[in-house]
Structures are given as structure tokens and as C-alpha cells.
């Protein structure tokens, strides 16, 4: 992916006439897009196996959207974002549907969501946005705008994990839709913290060592 990534964006430079910054802006775009697409497609492959296909597209899409304004912790290289990205989104789609996705009382539901809610105020008010070496934010503007989508959105999960718990009567694989959405509030919480790191680092270090040797 990175060859392919870097000789495309070298053609894309030289027919636009970019500088070289400009050059690896591109190159890591394309490589966030190829990142995207191997985890897409095989956690879809998993997920159609397994028939967690809809829980696993719920936190694929769900996490993207949330990290897109919080930020949190990453892996250095590809080959440690493409494991930790598909081991998690699987681990958590099928705990959700196997383990958690049985009828419960709406009540329990709603205080679960509450309970992760809070944690999820607390973090974020104290980390949000959490950049990376590559890609620091410096603009106040910027932090201020970040933070804002980072809190509405964590609204917006949290209603429609109550949402899907109260629909759940209707359709039981509601519940376990539930639960992905309160996963997603809760990991993307965690890679806003320090421990989100280090868990992060723990994880891939041996892939992260491969690449950068």
C-alpha cells in the first residue's frame, strides 16, 4: 500500500505540478483510502461469516465518524491500524450479538447509555481534540470547532443507542445494536486516554518494529 501510495501520488504530483509537501499530502490521503478499504472489506467478509456483517458496519462507520473530531491514539504503521482496527471492530460486533444482544429492560439500557455517557463528557472535556505528531492542531479556531462535533456526536450516539434499545422490541437485533453503539463511545473514550496509547502501543510494537526497521 505504501509503494502504491507513494507512486501514484508522485504521478498525481508531476501531472499538477505540486510541490513536494503538497506531494505527501496526497500520498497520505491515498493511504488513509487504502487503509479504509482493506479494513471495509474484511471485516465485511468476517462480519457475512460470522453474520455480524450489520454490527461490525455499525462500529466500522461509527468509530470513523467519532475519531474523524476527537482524534485518540493510533498505531505508527498500516499493519498495526489494519490489526487492531479489524481484531476490535470483530471482538466488539460479536460480544454484542452473541454475548449482549438478548432482550433487557429498558431501563438497564438507558442507564448503561447514561453511565457511558458520563465517562464520555468527562474524557472529552479534558482531551478533546487529541492530535498526533503528523497531524497537530494548533488553530484555536480549529480546537474550538473540534471540540464542538466531538460533543454533539457524542450526544447523537448516546441518543440513538437509546433509540435502538427502545425499538429493540420490534427488532431483536436491535439490542445488540445497542451495545456497538455504546462499544464505540466507550473504545474511541479509552484511545483518548494515556492507557488508550500505551494499550495501543502494547499491541502493535512488533508490527510498528517490522515497518520501521
Avoid at 438507558?110 to 482531551?127: D, N, P, Q
Avoid at 487529541?130 to 450516539?157: A, C, H, T, W, Y
Wanted: overall charge positive; proline content about 3%.
Amino acid at each position: 500500500m505504501e509503494k502504491a501510495a507513494h507512486k501514484l501520488s508522485e504521478r498525481i504530483a508531476f501531472h499538477l505540478q505540486y510541490h513536494e509537501e503538497k506531494r505527501s499530502v496526497v500520498e497520505y490521503g491515498l493511504l488513509a483510502i487504502f487503509n479504509i478499504i482493506i479494513i471495509g472489506v474484511t471485516i465485511s467478509c468476517i462480519g457475512s461469516i460470522f453474520s455480524i456483517f450489520y454490527e461490525c458496519a455499525v462500529i466500522f462507520i461509527g468509530v470513523g465518524i467519532l475519531k474523524k473530531s476527537t482524534g485518540g491514539a493510533h498505531a505508527e504503521t498500516l499493519t498495526g491500524c489494519v490489526i487492531v482496527s479489524v481484531l476490535s471492530i470483530t471482538l466488539f460486533a460479536a460480544v454484542s450479538r452473541y454475548a449482549l444482544g438478548f432482550p433487557m429492560s429498558i431501563f438497564l439500557n438507558i442507564g448503561m447509555t447514561l453511565a457511558v455517557l458520563l465517562a464520555g463528557v468527562i474524557v472529552f472535556y479534558r482531551s478533546v481534540p487529541v492530535d498526533s505528531p503528523n497531524k497537530p492542531i494548533r488553530k484555536p479556531e480549529k480546537i474550538r470547532r473540534l471540540r464542538r462535533q466531538s460533543f454533539v456526536l457524542l450526544g447523537l450516539f448516546s441518543a440513538f443507542s437509546v433509540l435502538a434499545a427502545v425499538l429493540a422490541p420490534v427488532y431483536e437485533r436491535f439490542y445488540s445494536i445497542a451495545f456497538c453503539i455504546r462499544f464505540i463511545l466507550l473504545w474511541q473514550t479509552f484511545m483518548l486516554t494515556t492507557y488508550g496509547n500505551r494499550f495501543i502501543r502494547f499491541l502493535t510494537k512488533k508490527y510498528d518494529d517490522k515497518e520501521v526497521m
